[in-house]
């Protein structure tokens, strides 16, 4: 089974700023298999990057997705205040198991 | 609109069993592959099953296997979950998500595009 491992596990940002998130897996992915999404309290998850860099369709142009073989990153170049939330990155392998990261919980500082 | 209507999530003793459906509008559903995925109180995403567009291909989180079923019913555009011998860790929201695809020359795209709201199921005595 491939382990995700996303740092850091809370990042304090203010509005305005940069967030960098990082996904690091236990084995090489195929960077068409890795996915990120967001989820905000009480609500299900959304996708925001596919393929490692592509973005989902309506997605802001300020979530960019970078990345290949055990390192990823989601970067939100200049934070709205909606973007705080959950994030986690997803990798959807062509092995059995489908694998999600622990999650980067982005707050307020 | 493109839409996931998760049901049947309740209280249930452990080693019960609860039925849970996911009913897709919106979208040719027959076409999709369609996956669950849960999430227990205060923690993250853990990929529970997966079921191909024909139901051929079937897999299943190691945590569930055994005890879970996926199946679907094309012909009424749903998805179920049938899962028995519930243990108290089972307890989380449980989200139907379509697998999204999209195929370009040089590469094959997977990720989950459309989730529902979730249905909670409570293990519990």
């Known amino acids: 089974e491939i382990v995700l491992t996303q740092s850091p596990g809370t990042l304090s940002l203010s509005p305005g700023e940069r967030a960098t998130l990082s996904c690091r897996a236990s084995?090489?992915?195929?960077?068409?298999?890795l996915a990120w999404y967001q989820q905000k309290p009480g609500q299900a998850p959304r996708l925001l990057i596919y393929?490692?860099?592509s973005r989902a369709t309506g997605i802001p142009d300020r979530f960019s997705g970078s990345g290949s073989g055990t390192d990823f990153t989601l970067t939100i170049s200049r934070l709205e205040p909606e973007d705080f939330a959950v994030y986690y990155c997803?990798?959807?392998?062509?092995?059995?198991?489908?694998?999600f990261g622990q999650g980067t919980r982005l707050e307020i500082k | 609109e493109v839409q996931l209507v998760e049901s049947g999530g309740g209280l249930v003793q452990p080693g019960g069993s609860l039925r849970l459906s996911c009913a897709a509008s919106?979208?040719?559903?027959?076409?999709?592959?369609m996956n669950w995925v849960r999430q227990a109180p205060g923690k993250g995403l853990e990929w529970v099953s997966y079921?191909?567009?024909?139901?051929?291909?079937?897999y299943y989180a190691d945590s569930v296997k055994g005890r879970f079923t996926i199946s679907r019913d094309n012909a009424k555009n749903s998805l179920y979950l049938q899962m028995n011998s519930l243990r108290a860790e089972d307890t989380a929201v449980y989200y139907c998500?379509?697998?999204?695809?999209?195929?370009?020359?040089?590469?094959?795209?997977?990720?989950?595009?459309?989730w529902g709201k979730g249905t909670t199921v409570t293990v519990s005595s």
């Open positions: 998500a379509r697998r999204g695809i999209v195929v370009v020359p040089a590469a094959t795209y997977y990720y989950m595009d459309v």
């Open positions: 919106g979208f040719t559903f027959s076409s999709y592959s």
């Open positions: 079921i191909s567009s024909s139901s051929s291909t079937i």
């Open positions: 084995q090489s992915v195929s960077s068409s298999y």
């Open positions: 393929g490692a860099s």
């Open positions: 997803q990798q959807y392998g062509s092995s059995p198991q489908i694998t």
